[in-house]
């Protein structure tokens, strides 16, 4: 059963993150608001916030570990980059939210998938 729940997860999460990066993504070029895009990692964020929790109770991984303690050293990195350089390089500060964001989502989505896949071969290797 967690394993149809993990799995349920990992689709879902995939959705997510390409429902509101795929509209960013072509609208790149147009010079829209750079705004979209943050808006967009802010939903996703919220998203792999709430399926981490279910993952957590569901299963047990070192990747849980790994990633938990990842995003809190990427939010204290931020936040002492947004400290020491809001003045002269906050364009810096951005442009690492951003991609810190996309490469956490990216590795979140990855290590699901590869948790629902040993859930698998532990089922089948009983």
Request: glycine share 8%; proline share 1%.
């Amino acid at each position: 059963m967690e394993r149809k729940i993990l799995k349920g997860e990992v689709i879902f999460q995939t959705v997510v993150s390409l429902v509101f990066f795929l509209p960013v993504a072509v609208n790149y070029y147009q010079k829209t608001q750079r705004s979209d895009f943050f808006i967009a990692l802010f939903y996703v964020g919220i998203s792999n916030l709430i399926g981490f929790l279910f993952r957590v109770l569901l299963s047990k991984s070192k990747f849980h570990r790994y990633y938990f303690y990842g995003v809190i050293l990427f939010f204290i990195i931020l936040y002492f980059g947004a400290v020491y350089l809001s003045d002269s390089r906050m364009d810096f500060v951005v442009s690492f939210m951003g991609i810190g964001g996309v490469l956490f989502n990216i590795y979140y989505l990855i290590y699901g998938f590869y948790n629902v896949k040993t859930m698998q071969q532990n089922k089948t290797g009983r």
